[in-house]
């Protein structure tokens, strides 16, 4: 079995989300073994997530990585 890999910010509403979707549910789970790390679990599209799909734990350290910058440095108070 191969297994893939896909990273993205979350699950909110819009197009690459549902593109993300529609390519999770084509995905052949005889073939492929498919793990989904999201930078933040959030989004109303969460739920909707094929059962076949690996979510892996969110990781606090890097669930910024996705913000702009400038709202990173407000919460630090740099």
Do not use: W
């Not at 297994?3 to 999770?24: F, H, N, P, T």
């Not at 052949?28 to 989004?43: A, C, N, S, Y």
């Not at 799909?53 to 440095?73: A, D, F, H, S, W």
């Amino acid at each position: 079995m191969k297994k893939i890999l896909i990273v993205s910010q979350a699950m909110e509403i819009g197009g690459a989300e549902k593109a993300l979707l529609g390519l999770l549910e084509a995905i052949d789970k005889k073939i492929f073994q498919v793990d989904l790390f999201l930078l933040r679990h959030t989004g109303e599209l969460l739920k909707y997530i094929p059962d076949n799909i690996t979510i892996l734990p969110e990781k606090k350290r890097i669930c910024n990585v996705g913000n702009p910058i400038k709202r990173n440095i407000k919460r630090k108070g740099i």
